[in-house]
């Protein structure tokens, strides 16, 4: 079993930086592939990132690219979420999540993922 904790959300300005941590414990994580998933109000659950086991294949919804930037550091079982120049539409609850689906470096789809954390709220005021 695996726990996730997020932590680094908050209430920022449009144009602001911030980081989202994803410390895992229970057992190691560096046999899933991670991603990060956001909801907004009234909206559904949309993938975000997502990174393979190793770290060395990354992929991006077409919204944030050039924006956001995943990355995991296996030795402290974290994954993070680097965003710059927030916006407005940015604001929602992060999640981040454990994939259990095998022979795809970076699932994208809800499905795939198996353990998930309790989710950061992220507000971004313009």
């Known amino acids: 079993q695996v726990r996730l904790v997020e932590s680094g959300g908050g209430l920022v300005q449009a144009g602001d930086s911030l980081r989202l941590s994803c410390a895992a414990s229970g057992r190691t994580i560096s046999g899933n592939a991670m991603g990060w998933f956001r909801q907004a109000p009234g909206k559904e659950r949309e993938f975000v990132a997502g990174?393979?086991?190793?770290?060395?294949?990354?992929y991006y919804a077409d919204s944030v690219k050039g924006r956001f930037t995943i990355s995991r550091d296996n030795a402290k079982n974290t994954v993070y979420l680097q965003i710059y120049g927030l916006k407005p539409e940015d604001t929602a609850v992060y999640y981040c999540?454990?994939?259990?689906?095998?022979?795809?470096?970076?699932?994208?789809?809800?499905?795939?993922?198996?353990?998930w954390g309790q989710g950061a709220q992220v507000t971004v005021s313009s």
């Open positions: 990174i393979s086991l190793s770290g060395s294949t990354t």
């Open positions: 999540a454990a994939a259990t689906v095998y022979g795809i470096p970076v699932p994208t789809t809800t499905t795939a993922y198996r353990y």
